[in-house]
């Protein structure tokens, strides 16, 4: 066998081949890692928030409206969390027992950084049906998941 060499006439189809397949290659991985580490951006005290949105249904319930708020956040929403306006935020969230401050921020980190799955079937709003009754905004919705006390809903 012999010798490649790149500048001889009958190597150049060759040459580009290889030049087209590293840069679509080069291209490609870039890509790749660039999708692969991206991470959504989201309020820094968004675990205040889910303390505030859904304490009452431990790790369950708090990491169902984390998918749900990163759904939101992915299809240009903003978070929408009411709990985050609670004027009493921080005295709520005092005022529960201090393992769910470490379980809501293992929580975001899991759902945000970590791009854990999502249990809510790409829900992108919820509400507690059954004590509240079916909202307005909810009627033109596809009911996707229901955990806890809450039922999840995502656009037509």
Known sequence: MGVFYLDRPENKPLAKFYLIAFLTLTLLLFAFFATAHAQATYP?????????????????GMYAVACCVRNRLNAGLNTG????????????????????????????????EQNSPDVTGGGTHYEAVEKYGLPRWARGMIRTAKIGEHTFFKGR
Do not use: H, S, T
């Not at 820094?44 to 369950?60: F, M, R, T």
């Not at 004027?87 to 529960?96: G, I, M, P, S, T």
């Not at 809501?104 to 945000?112: D, G, L, N, S, T």
């Open 81 to 112: 969390l009411c709990g985050l306006k609670r004027k009493d935020l921080n005295a709520f969230v005092n005022r529960q027992p201090k393992k769910y401050q470490a379980i809501a921020k293992q929580i975001i980190k899991q759902v945000f």
């Open 44 to 60: 820094a005290n968004l675990w205040q928030g889910l303390i505030a949105e859904d304490v009452a249904g431990g790790y369950q």
